[in-house]
C-alpha cells in the first residue's frame, strides 16, 4: 500500500510514515513538484499508488474517471504536518480497507 503525496502536503510525509506506508512518496520525489494534476495522475495509476491530497480538483478527478489511482481526500484546511500524520495513522485500518476494494476510488478523511 502506497502513497503518493501530493504538492499540497508536507515532502516530510513518506518518512514520517515509513512504518505504516513503506516506499511511499512525495510529487518533489519523482520531480513533479508542480506538476499539473492529470501528469500526477498518469504517474501514480502507472506506479500503483494512491494519491493523498487536500486538493478538490483530485476528488473530481477519481468521481470522473474512478480507479487506478485511489484517492485519499484529506478535508482538514490549514493543518500542520503532524495533524495530517495522526489523521493517516488513526484511519491506517480504513484505509487498508479502501486500498482493498478495487470498486472504491474515493476516500474522504477529517
Known amino acids: ?44 495509476k502507472d506506479n500503483d499508488l494512491m494519491i493523498v491530497s487536500k486538493d478538490a480538483d483530485m476528488h473530481d478527478l477519481s468521481l470522473v474517471f474512478g480507479n487506478p489511482p485511489q484517492v485519499i481526500w484529506l478535508r482538514l484546511g490549514n493543518c500542520s504536518t503532524l495533524e495530517v500524520e495522526n489523521l493517516l495513522r488513526w484511519e491506517f485500518s480504513a484505509i487498508q480497507l479502501f486500498y482493498e476494494d478495487e470498486n472504491l476510488s474515493l476516500l474522504s478523511l477529517s
Open 1 to 44: 500500500m502506497k502513497l503518493l503525496f501530493d504538492e499540497n502536503l508536507s515532502p516530510k510525509l513518506p518518512s514520517r510514515l515509513g512504518d505504516l506506508f513503506p516506499n511511499s512518496l512525495h510529487v518533489r520525489d519523482v520531480d513533479m513538484k508542480a506538476a499539473i494534476d492529470p501528469i500526477v495522475w498518469d504517474y501514480a
